[in-house]
């Protein structure tokens, strides 16, 4: 299996920027796809970004559509979410999670997961 851990989160105010980053084990990371999913209090876990395992695909919820960017860093084993102009909505525990088959938008089927890390937008 392999291990996920982010960090970067934290509290800024709305129209502010922060950039999520999740380090990956395993000398495989080129081969998985990755995603970034978000859960809000009292609501579900939702896809926020994914990108395929060549880096050549990203995909965006409607919500964060020019304002996210998904990108990872092979070499590293690091995929990396940076969020710009920040609204109260997005504030939610963020985690990013893998996947070694299936589709990289489809989010039904991410099998490998982070702990989690708080990003909260104040207004």
């Known amino acids: 299996q392999v291990q996920l851990v982010e960090s970067g989160g934290g509290l800024v105010q709305a129209g502010g920027s922060l950039r999520l980053s999740c380090a990956a084990s395993?000398?495989?990371?080129?081969?998985?796809?990755l995603g970034w999913f978000r859960q809000a209090p009292g609501k579900e876990r939702d896809i926020v970004a994914a990108i395929a395992w060549s880096a050549g695909s990203t995909y965006y919820t409607d919500s964060v559509k020019g304002r996210f960017t998904i990108s990872r860093d092979n070499a590293k084993n690091t995929v990396y979410l940076q969020m710009n102009s920040l609204k109260p909505e997005d504030t939610a525990v963020y985690y990013c999670?893998?996947?070694?088959?299936?589709?990289?938008?489809?989010?039904?089927?991410?099998?490998?997961w982070g702990q989690g890390t708080q990003v909260t937008v104040s207004s």
């Open positions: 395993g000398r495989t990371f080129s081969r998985y796809a």
């Open positions: 999670a893998a996947k070694t088959r299936g589709y990289y938008s489809d989010s039904y089927d991410y099998n490998y």
